[in-house]
């Protein structure tokens, strides 16, 4: 049984990226390099307004004042941030009106990630804003939303459409000051998706948006909005995946998310950038702020994500618990595998009365991969009556990687209650030996402990991704999921 | 100390601005300006390490509020006095009868005391007890048995990156040396009091060393406490060494006045085999910061380290515990309770490190807090970090208040409101108190926590455990009047 579960472990550790091949579509790049002409160039390829142009030249000379934060439990070469294209577009020909004036090769590699835009458009609704290389390439189901008043676009197009809008919340969340990749993205980004829903809509379909680097030596730096106007709801879902190359890219995003009174939004992420091969060479360093602010009262916003890819992920996707009565959540399973670093978790910070947060977060640790929980939950003095709820759980696979649990609380309310809890362990021999004992195989027991294990999040996705994010399960521990 | 900052000279040409100084300046200076060795000496070993640890201070620096580790404890306060660095040994003469009595009942230990820092003794620096027993002066024991001192001093140390620590090892005059031989059992409890007696402002750099040989046991109790107090800044390290299946039972009890600041670091090494129990009871003080860094390096050793911290005023707590699991089959229990009051603030730092051969490792840690009022604080961060599979670790940390249903039912039954709430608050503190394995020890401990939650207690005037309250046993009374 010992050599059998060493195969199941080398299986698990030789998975390969199925997303890794590139498509050849004609881009038009920005020379190499950061530097003030560069953001003018961005800004004025995307004939961007003026105030824009100051955020990101504010963004832009604040960032040059910080330096690259150190304090993650991860380990990389310096980042030459000079080494790096900045906008990468695939050349536009004309404005595409529908998906047949969209060019073949993208149609094609989006079949290939199983993501065809097609297909989805008619059989499960799903609304999809398709960001290539930082700029957004198609938005589906416009036209549909458009009638209930929701506008889901491009960023770009949201700066020229609604202005007023766009520069109301741009940067409410995360502000250009709020950290160095922030400030780098809020100089830089190049388009993403913009999302609101007015007043007391339901928004009927899921909205999504994929992400793709698909050009070498560029970074992504996109950034999404999304604003829920007072009793709106939505569901938002987001997918990235990235070609296979030896070199290292950088994806520096934002997400800012506004719920305001009675709002409610649902953030899922399948992350699946490409994590580097088996020695460690190559994939995304994923450095991401993520924040979303429930403004108003009742308002509630949840975040689920299933992180397996990319060689480096640095995220903490936060709530700021502004509104009495509000709500914040954090699902979270995340798959580090071979070489790749993880540094993940999440921020609940209680500001209101009565506000509530629950974090439950599932690391999976295998190869030769460092897997961390960094988390920080805060009450300040007026926030009467709060709860939180945080599990953090580690299953190691195999004795050369690592889990970690890096919980930060602190409170200073009397009447509030946090709870803390997290285990780490492997796969216990009782409950395999369990299994087995009733004729269930190694691997399949494994499969079972493994989605038992991640279900508890899982069962957080909407269907269409819990569908996904359990095939991606599968091709990040391969052999060992069922 | 001021203006022996400036040589004679250039005193006319400073004469204009008054210049302040910070205190890494004004230690610079001092270590300038002072040989430091221990009496006799240093061996050259030690003085290796001195030479060392000054240039890791000066790399290090003071710890500040941005530092990783000091999260949450601002000590910029504490450094802003004018402390007076104390170079001349106080000890010798000392009748430390006159100033100091332990007043636990029935309580019959060794009594080993430091004043200012320095050993206290009358005849000799040094004692060998009939069981082969060393007890004495870190100082004098380095010229007598530096082959011995040798294996150990600054071994466990000299790996920590912590300025604080290396500004000790740079420093350190004199402390207290335990060691126990091979097979010896110490039936008498060990006393260490640490002594503060000058009406000045006094910085110290107390430096022991306890060295546990193989199958040998002792219990070690150590107590800090201010006679005459000016503002106080210890800065003290003990290393402990556990040889193997060695055991030591080991209390930290901190009942200090309100304006000093105590930093206490212990590492613990410990060999096969060996056990380790560790507690630190703080009721009372300015700023306490305990480091224990526990370092399982033998297989199938054992470190069970809890901690209790009653806080209020404007008291800041910050415990700090660091368990380095190197060897496979070693078990960790950490739990730490505190109860904060008005202003006080409270910081957790639990750490567990796994590596990756410490397969088969168990290692727990709990930290549970209640917040009294809306202006106390309580930081708690309690890590895990993990190489090897084959392990089992969970961390559990809380923070909330006294149960209100709890509350209820015990006023329901004819218990005011106020009795009622010390009594949750003594059941959720007796979980650590039961954990002290000296009978007497314990009842003292349980009384003053007791006298403390009442709020009778604050530092008392001379030992940690001398109160005034002498044999009386502390019940809890019921207040007629609210029923």
Redesign the interface.
Known sequence: MEKESNNILDEVTKGEYKYGFYTDIEMETAPKGLNEDIIRYISARKNEPEWLLEFRLKSYRHWLTMKEPK?A?INYPAIDFQDIIYYAAPKPKKELKSLDEVDPELINTFNKLGISLEEQKRLSGVAVDAVIDSVSVKTTFSDTLAKLGIIFCSFSEAVQKHPDLVKQYLGSVVPHTDNFFASLNSAVFSDGSFCYIPKGVRCPIELSTYFRINAANTGQFERTLIVADEGAYVSYMEGCTAPQRDENQLHAAIVEIVALKDAEVKYSTVQNWYPGDKDGKGGIYNFVTKRGICKGSHSKISWTQVETGSAITWKYPSVILMGDYSIGEFYSVAVTNHHQQADTGTKMVHLGRNTKSTIISKGISAGQSNNSYRGLVR?I??AENCRNFSQCD?L???????????????????????????????ISDDQLFYCQQRGISTESAIGLIVNGYAKEVLQHLPMEFAVEAQKLLSVSLEGSVG | MKQSLVPDGEKETMSTSIQTYSLTEKLTFHHGQHKHAFAGGDPVFAAEQRTNAWEQFTKAGLPHAGL?QWR?TNLDKSFETEYVFSTVPAGQGVDIESIFKCAIPHFETYLVTQLNGWYVYNDSPLHTLPNGMIVGSLASAMSRFPELIQNYYGKLSSESIEGLTALNTALALDGIFVYVPDNVTVDETLQMVNLLDSPENLMLHPRNLVILGRNAHLRLVQCDDSINHGITFINSVTEVFLGKDSSLDHYKLQNKDSHSTLINTIYFSQAEGSRLSSNAISLNGGIIRNNSLVKLEGENASAEISGLYLMDKNQHIDNRVFVDHSAPHCQSNEMFKGVLDDHATGVFNGHVLVR?DA?QTVAYQKNN?I???????????????????????????????LDANALFYIRSRGISEASARILLMYAFAAEIINKISIPELRQRIDDMVKKRLRGELSYCDQCVLHCSAQENKVNFEIDMSKI
Do not use: M
């Open positions: 304090w439990h009450v003095k007026r580690s190691l696979l195999g004795d050369k990687c690592g889990a970690h649990t890096f919980p930060y609380i602190r409170t200073e309310n009397p009447t509030s209650i946090v709870e803390h809890e997290a285990t780490t362990s492997k | 990783e949450g990756r397969q807090n917040l009294l009022t809306d202006k106390a604080t309580i930081d708690t961060r309690p890590f895990l970090e993990i190489y090897a599979d084959d392990v089992k670790c969970s961390h559990g940390a809380t923070v909330g208040q």
